[in-house]
C-alpha cells in the first residue's frame, strides 16, 4: 500500500509544457510530487541518478540525439529497477511497441485526464506496465497481426506505418519535398520522419537508409 507521495522527474522539450503538466498534477498532492524537471535527455540523465525518483515521466521526441525511448532504454540500463513511463502525443502503437522494448513502464497518452494519469502512475510504480486505456484494445490486435507478419514493410524493425511509408519513397529516390506532396504532409513532418528512419536502421543519410532497406529486403 502507497504510504507517501510518488516521487516523479519529468522530461519534455519545453518548459512551458513541464510546468503544465507540474500545474495539473499538484492536485494530487497527497499522491504524486514533482522532485525534478529536465529539458532534453543530456539534462535528465544525472537529474535521475540524483534524485532517484520513482518514476520517470518523458516524452517519446526530445530535442538533440537522444530520444525519449533512448533515454528511457539508458535508464532503465543503469538501473533495471527503473520505473519510466512515456508520455506521449503520438497515438501510434509502434511507439508503445518500442517503449515496451526499451523497458518502459508504460505508454500514456497526453490526452489522459489527470486522475486517470496519476492512477496509472501508481499502477505502474506498483510494478504494473501501463497502457493508456484508448490504446490497449488496438495494441493487443496490432500484436497479433504483428506477430503474423500482417503489417507494412519494416514494423518488425520498429518502423511506424508512415515512417515505412516514406522510407519506400526514399528508395524511389524522391526528395523531402517530392514525399511530402505524394503523402499530403509538411516537408519540416517528412523531415521528422526521415530522422527517426535514420535512428531506428542506425544509419546516418538518406543513402545508408536505401541501402539499409534494400539489403535488408524491407523493398525491392
Known amino acids: ?28 498532492r497527497g499522491r504524486v510530487r514533482v522532485v525534478g524537471q529536465a529539458i532534453g535527455a543530456d539534462e535528465a540523465e544525472p537529474l535521475v541518478s540524483s534524485l532517484d525518483p520513482d518514476i520517470v515521466v518523458t516524452d517519446v521526441r526530445l530535442r538533440g540525439s537522444a530520444s525519449g ?94 515512417e515505412s511509408e516514406v522510407l519506400g519513397h526514399l528508395v524511389a529516390g524522391l526528395s523531402n519535398r517530392a514525399i511530402a506532396a505524394r503523402l499530403v504532409l509538411g516537408e519540416e513532418t517528412v523531415k521528422t520522419h526521415v530522422r527517426a528512419i535514420f535512428r531506428k536502421l542506425g544509419v546516418g543519410d538518406r543513402a545508408g537508409a536505401v541501402a539499409f532497406a534494400l539489403r535488408e529486403g524491407i523493398f525491392q
Not at 490526452?111 to 493508456?132: C, F, H, K, P
Open 69 to 162: 525511448l533512448d533515454l528511457c532504454q539508458r535508464l532503465v540500463a543503469a538501473d533495471p529497477k527503473r520505473r519510466v513511463v512515456l508520455l506521449s502525443a503520438y497515438d501510434d502503437e509502434q511507439y508503445l511497441f518500442q517503449a515496451v522494448r526499451a523497458g518502459a513502464a508504460g505508454y500514456l497518452l497526453k490526452s489522459i485526464d489527470s486522475e486517470s494519469l496519476v492512477r496509472q502512475l501508481e499502477l505502474a510504480a506498483a510494478g504494473q506496465t501501463v497502457v493508456d486505456p484508448s490504446m490497449a484494445g488496438r495494441a493487443v490486435s496490432s500484436a497479433a497481426r504483428l506477430q503474423a507478419g500482417e503489417f507494412w514493410p519494416g514494423a518488425h524493425l520498429g518502423l511506424t506505418q508512415r
Open 1 to 28: 500500500m502507497q504510504t507517501r507521495p510518488l516521487r516523479l522527474v519529468l522530461v519534455d522539450d519545453h518548459e512551458m509544457v513541464l510546468e503544465g503538466l507540474k500545474a495539473l498534477l499538484a492536485r494530487f
